[in-house]
């Protein structure tokens, strides 16, 4: 990196992140995050994700260099304090292109949301899902029925993607995967691999009936879904 | 994953919120080039080393 080092240090409110937070500003320097050219992050892979997301919608785009404090860290570093200097110096930069999905609802709303890990379609009750396949304006399967679908970049590849028994993906490899979660029709269909200029469409069939929702970067939205159902059956938090 | 039935950690992903959109008629997907991040690894721990090594992980 080349240049004047201007970084910011931003933190997931757990106690183990704040810890670190704290033991880094009392060693190093840190400007806020607007006069900033470089992002420190502390937590685990959601963190990384949530503070990717919050970038994404400011359009201020910076490099980040990413800590783990959280459980797995497949996104993050190793957590240390000291030579955060020179490991940032030598550190090797990733460029990774988020999907972008674009939304319309039954009620004739439109969305344009990205995701940097995977954009999954689920069934929102019992009745399985319905989806017409169109992969750059050609209707590759009329009728998949499933629990959903998902489509992952090479970073997503390894998560949901791979739960889903979806492939991996080496990372710079210029696709996406196209993967069903729970397929039932047609009966052997494991899913695609597409060159990342692909656009690929989903159309509800019967959206009345078989209700489905879009989801962009599972790992963040699974929990606060979880909170939300909690809080409409006025469970605790 | 563990953590994710943290209640301490939930309210983290109080943001994500938006990014669940229900009753869905059309989805569209693609790639978009405009928007690329960068993220920074030690170089003996890389993003593409990881990638590649997690199909060897029993």
């Not at chain 1, 169109?134 to 590849?157: F, K, Y």
């Not at chain 1, 080496?170 to 200029?197: D, K």
């Not at chain 1, 019967?206 to 962009?216: E, G, H, L, Q, T």
Request: with cysteine; proline share 7%; hydrophobic share 40%.
């Amino acid at each position: 990196m080349s240049g004047e080092v201007r970084r910011a240090l931003v933190a997931s409110p757990t106690p183990a992140a704040k810890a670190a937070e704290e033991r880094l500003r009392a060693t190093y320097d840190f400007v806020p995050q607007d006069e900033a050219n470089m992002i420190v992050a502390l937590g685990g892979d959601g963190f990384m994700l949530q503070t990717l997301h919050s970038m994404l919608e400011s359009r201020r785009i910076l490099p980040i260099f990413g800590m783990n404090l959280g459980t797995v860290g497949f996104l993050m570093n190793e957590w240390r304090l000291e030579r955060l200097e020179q490991r940032m110096h030598s550190a090797k930069a990733f460029k990774v292109t988020p999907l972008r999905m674009t939304v319309d609802t039954v009620d004739g709303e439109r969305f344009s949301i990205p995701a940097i890990n995977e954009v999954s379609l689920l069934r929102e009750t019992r009745q399985t899902a319905r989806l017409e396949v169109e992969v750059n304006d050609r209707t590759v399967l009329p009728e998949l029925v499933c629990d959903g679908v998902l489509v992952a970049t090479p970073a997503g590849s390894t998560a949901y993607n791979l739960s889903a028994h979806g492939p991996i993906l080496p990372l710079g490899s210029g696709l996406v995967a196209l993967t069903p979660i729970s397929p039932f029709r047609p009966r052997r269909w494991r899913g695609a691999i597409l060159p990342e200029s692909t656009t690929i469409r989903f159309t509800v069939l019967d959206p009345v009936k078989r209700p489905v929702s879009a989801v962009a970067d599972q790992r963040e939205v699974r929990a606060r879904s979880r909170q939300a159902s909690r809080q409409r059956r006025g469970g605790p938090a | 994953m563990k953590s994710a039935l943290d209640p301490v950690k939930r309210p983290v992903s109080a943001v994500a919120d938006q990014r669940e959109v229900r009753d869905v008629a059309r989805v569209e997907v693609a790639i978009d080039r405009a928007t690329p991040l960068t993220l920074l690894f030690d170089p003996e721990h890389t993003l593409d080393d990881r990638i590649a090594a997690e199909q060897f992980i029993a």
